[in-house]
């Protein structure tokens, strides 16, 4: 089982990282602030859980859309890793 604690250590590790996969995806820098900065690390953060556990690009592409979504009613990092915790134990959502 992950942690928020784990998954934002991860996120601050890689800051530089991220931040250079953020600006390859084309996106306007105002989404990289605030709580959509948060949205996309946890996102980031759910997409390499996700591959540490064999699950394929397609799989994922969907997944990170259902996080995104439920990020903006909810906590980012809580939410996230509650998926991931989820779908790791092959529990529906």
């Not at 996120?11 to 600006?23: I, P, T, V």
Request: hydrophobic share 40%; with cysteine; glycine share 6%.
């Amino acid at each position: 089982m992950y942690t928020v604690r784990e998954a934002k250590d991860w996120a601050d590790s890689l800051k530089g990282d991220l931040q250079k996969a953020f600006n390859e995806e084309g996106l306007p820098s105002m989404f990289y602030q605030g709580m959509f900065k948060d949205i996309m690390n946890a996102g980031y953060w759910l997409q390499q859980a996700l591959r540490d556990h064999n699950f394929s690009e397609d799989e994922i592409k969907d997944i990170q859309f259902k996080q995104g979504q439920a990020c903006f009613v909810s906590d980012p990092w809580k939410t996230t890793v509650d998926i991931v915790n989820k779908l790791v134990k092959r529990d529906t959502l």
